[in-house]
Structures are given as C-alpha cells and as structure tokens.
C-alpha cells in the first residue's frame, strides 16, 4: 500500500469518530488534560501538542524550525515599576522577541490589544531587575496585574498570557466588565500562586 492510500486510510477511519477531549494539533493524536504546548512562531499562536510531537517538532527542526516548546516555569516577583514601558493598562504582558523587540499585550472584549514597547526600555528595566534578562523571547512572558490594587508580576509561559486573554473576553460585560470578569482575574492570579 502507498503511502497515500495509509494515509487515506486513516483519514476514513477517523472520520467518524470524536475524540473525547483535546488532540495534538499537529498529528490528532489525543492529549491528556495536562499536556504540552509549541508556541507557532509564524502563525503567532499556541497549539496543543502530545509528548513525541512537542520532542519532534522542537528538538530535531522539523516543521521548518518554527515550533517553539512553551516552558512551564511560573515565577512571583517582586514589584516592577513598568511605567517606563510606556503602556497604559494594568492589566498587561511583555514578551521579548526573538528580533530584540517587545510588544505588549493587554486584554479586552474583543481579544488581546497590542502595543509595540521601546526595546532599549525593556533593557533598561532588565539592567535593574536581572530576572527579566532569563525571560526565553517568544514562548515566555512578564505578566503584570496592578488593576483594583492588585501587585503581581510573574514571568509565566505565554500560554497563560492567551488563557488569561480568552477568560476576560468570556467573562466581559458592558463597558466596564461587568461582575463577573474581575473576580475571573483575581481566580486566574490566585491559580499561578498555586501551580508555582
């Protein structure tokens, strides 16, 4: 049998079935709850990705190089004054990338706002809090939340930064919010406390 044909096989043969949860989005492979993620750096998104997929596509080039495995590190700092970054929200994170730019992304109703960050402010900051220099471009992330008189700064892996930006599109209301997508925040800063 050719290749094709197996491959055609397969594709019949699945065709009718649903896999109960979430699959690999680069083989379909099914995926246990808590799985692995490559970060697309050409389609700027997150995809799930089962065990040998997140070990291929990484570590031997395949896929053109452009899979980046998301790290799973969850770190609290101490506070940073971000006001030099010049963005204006307290809901915000940095990613470093990997042409020595930032950019800046905060949540609203209507997804992820973007805001390109002075590189050479970025540098002066990380001169002053060394932590920031350790954080990977493209797949990781300073998470600031200072809204309603919250303080938390974290770098977390960038796939906390989009599941924090699908919560608070879920769960806003009205201009302001509503009731519901603050204290959907509060829970998403009280889990990271949780799973450092």
Do not use: K
Not at 9 to 17: C, L, P, Q, T
Not at 48 to 73: I, K
């Amino acid at each position: 049998m050719t290749a094709d044909g197996a491959l055609a096989r397969v594709i019949r043969s699945s065709a009718g079935r649903t896999a109960p949860g979430e699959v690999c989005e680069l083989c379909a492979a099914p995926v246990p709850e808590e799985h692995r993620h490559l970060y697309d750096t050409v389609e700027a998104e997150v995809r799930c990705a089962c065990g040998p997929c997140s070990v291929l596509f990484t570590d031997s080039g395949a896929g053109g190089g452009h899979f980046r495995l998301v790290p799973r590190r969850r770190v609290r700092l101490p506070r940073i004054d971000t006001a030099a970054l010049g963005v204006p929200v307290g809901l915000v994170f940095f990613v470093p990338r990997a042409d020595g730019t930032v950019t800046a992304q905060g949540p609203s109703p209507a997804g992820a706002m973007r805001w390109e960050v002075d590189a050479a402010a970025w540098r002066r900051l990380a001169d002053r809090f060394p932590q920031l220099a350790t954080v990977e471009p493209e797949v990781e992330a300073l998470l600031v939340n200072t809204v309603q008189e919250f303080d938390h700064h974290w770098i977390v892996p960038i796939d906390d930064c989009f599941r924090m930006v699908a919560m608070v599109r879920r769960e806003w209301r009205g201009l302001s919010g509503g009731g519901r997508v603050w204290p959907a925040v509060q829970r998403f800063f009280a889990e990271l406390t949780e799973r450092s």
